[in-house]
């Protein structure tokens, strides 16, 4: 009953989206990428066909006609099939993924920078200061904002080694 | 009471000796001197332009980059339909202006749109959260009860998404329960202008009643809360990104005006030194000549 419900809102939405849309947007079955960060705008609007988020409910892949979702970005690489097959490598430190019901999907990401201008020296140096800073936080918020620090530099120097 | 009438009197005759003196040939050191400090200001105004002017250029640089994630922000909550509840009338408006001023109305402005909200009916239980000293120093003489924050230090730098976290921070820790609400702030059109926009704030129990909620998968709570609050920092940080550049860009409007009207009185003024100073000297002269033709 719920699945038939759902199938009849997710038809439905489509129909009104055929209705309104001017003819330079993406076409059905295509899907609009917005990949933006605090620093810098990496896709907007651009039609790709494929991305890969690392989320807090598991790494997952976005296909074209994707179901809609809300996800919350951890701290990984996010990569992008673009359309002529090339494949951009990002790495975000935090943000928000959202797919909506007419394809188009938000990445927006705290900060963002793509994989080769990260340095793996620099990364492991961040790593200890901030394991060093984790050992010796005081109170619960000051040992929460280390733990965080520490997984952003565990993963930027995952994403540099590889 | 007397003591008052008395000064009055004073300053009245202190008046007339002043329009007097204006007449007088004494007032061309009182005309250079104003000459200077006019000088002055323009060369002031001038230096000011040109900063705002390299500030602009910057801020406009980094909004081009911050649309799209601003638009990004809010796109859920129009494709999802979110409303705010009819029944909640607690409502947040925050209003995003900046410390410094000189930058003509862009945060009157904003102080504006707060205020007649205000002034109708039903406003007891709208808050408002200043970001910014100017939009506090505008609205706390009469609304002074809704204000529950203020932030400043704000406009001195470019705005950063720390900034804006911190604002996101305050205003989830506020401890007011909201139901609905608004960001309003100067969204930058053209060098020459801008106009007052808002953002829509919503609380967690309106996006979990949207309508079109049901169509998104795997949702629960927690994603939803997280989601928000990083949702209301890029909206936080987009808004502040339009309205730096809004401001700069009149600020340098504000002040090449102030240049140019500083350069018209500053003709006017040489104009009527240069007379005076022609008028005092014929008028030795004349007195010479006459002492001179009184003697023979």
């Known amino acids: 009953m719920a699945l038939a419900l759902r199938n009849l809102l997710r038809s439905s939405a489509r129909r009104l989206q055929v209705r309104s849309y001017a003819a330079e947007a993406p076409k059905e079955g295509e899907m609009a990428l917005t990949f933006a960060a605090g620093n810098k705008v990496f896709y907007d609007k651009q039609v790709v066909k494929q991305i890969d988020v690392p989320s807090f409910s598991g790494a997952f892949g976005i296909l074209p006609k994707h179901v809609p979702t809300l996800a919350v970005l951890r701290p990984g690489v996010v990569t992008v099939l673009e359309n002529d097959g090339k494949q951009n490598k990002i790495f975000v430190s935090s943000g928000t993924v959202t797919v909506n019901d007419d394809s188009s999907v938000q990445v927006l990401a705290e900060e963002a920078h793509p994989l080769e201008n990260l340095d793996r020296a620099a990364a492991q140096e961040a790593l200890s200061k901030a394991q060093s800073e984790f050992n010796s936080a005081g109170n619960e918020k000051a040992k929460a904002e280390a733990a965080i620090a520490v997984e952003v530099a565990e993963e930027i120097l995952k994403a540099a080694s590889a | 009471m007397l003591g008052r009438i008395g000064s009055g009197a004073c300053t009245q005759v202190v008046a007339v000796v002043n329009t007097q003196q204006n007449r007088n040939m004494a007032t061309l050191k009182h005309i250079s001197m104003r000459l200077k400090s006019v000088k002055n200001i323009q060369k002031i105004t001038q230096s000011m332009k040109m900063v705002s002017a390299a500030k602009y250029t910057r801020a406009e640089r980094d909004l081009k980059a911050a649309r799209p994630y601003g638009e990004g922000a809010v796109q859920f909550y ?7 509840p009819e029944n909640d009338t607690k409502q947040l408006y925050v209003a995003i202006t900046s410390d410094r001023g000189l930058c003509g109305a862009v945060h009157t402005g904003v102080s504006k749109v707060i205020r007649f909200r205000l002034q109708e009916p039903g406003a ?5 959260i200043c970001v910014g000293d100017k939009s506090r120093a505008i609205l706390q003489r009469l609304y002074s009860k809704h ?5 400043n230090e ?9 900034d804006a976290s911190k604002i996101a921070s305050g205003i989830l820790t506020s401890g007011y329960d909201f139901g609905s609400g608004k960001i309003i702030y100067n969204k930058f059109k053209s060098v020459v202008s801008y106009a007052q926009s808002d953002l829509p704030l919503f609380s ?8 079109k909620l049901a169509t998104y998968d795997s949702l629960d709570s ?18 502040l990104k339009e309205s730096a550049c809004s401001e700069q860009s009149s600020r340098m409007t504000a002040m090449d005006n102030a240049s140019k009207n500083a350069g018209e009185m500053i003709d006017k003024l040489t104009l009527t030194f240069n007379r005076t100073r022609q008028a005092v000297i014929t008028r030795e002269l004349i007195e010479i000549i006459s002492g001179a033709a009184a003697l023979n």
Do not use: C, H, W
């Open chain 2, 78 to 84: 129009e494709r999802a339909e979110v409303q705010a």
């Open chain 2, 124 to 128: 007891e239980n709208i808050k408002v």
């Open chain 2, 147 to 151: 204000i529950i924050s203020v932030v």
């Open chain 2, 154 to 162: 704000i406009g001195r730098l470019p705005p950063t998404f720390l």
């Open chain 2, 204 to 211: 967690q129990k309106s996006v979990e009643d949207a309508p």
């Open chain 2, 222 to 239: 927690d994603v939803i809360q997280s989601y928000m609050e990083f949702s209301l920092a890029s909206m936080v940080f987009y808004a």
